[in-house]
């Protein structure tokens, strides 16, 4: 069974393992596009959290849990470099502010 702290650390891990990615994505697909994925993937991650109670396994908990934060941590980054692309593209002269908010 996998515990807490590694159920947890799967939302850091999938930010490490794609930052190198995130760029070479707001390019090839667009910013906008980048965005709606990182929305879909973290709807998604958090969606299958409220059907994780069904499952009896503590071992396929645990498993499909860190799944969950996997997925939310990859959509998190595509949001994360899609929202700081378009701050810095269309208000360069407010970036630092806007920067400061998100």
Do not use: W
Not at 35 to 59: P, Q, V, Y
Not at 60 to 83: H, P
């Amino acid at each position: 069974m996998l515990s807490t702290s590694a159920i947890f650390s799967g939302y850091s891990i999938a930010m490490c393992l794609f930052s190198p990615f995130f760029g070479s994505m707001l390019t090839k697909l667009g910013r906008r596009n980048v965005i709606i994925i990182g929305c879909l993937c973290e709807g998604t991650a958090m969606l299958s959290f409220g059907f994780l109670d069904m499952i009896e396994d503590a071992n396929l908990y645990g498993l499909l849990s860190f799944g969950c934060r996997f997925i939310e941590g990859f959509g998190n980054g595509c949001l994360n470099s899609g929202a700081s692309s378009i701050i810095a593209h269309d208000f360069e002269d407010n970036m630092g502010n806007l920067m400061g908010l998100t």
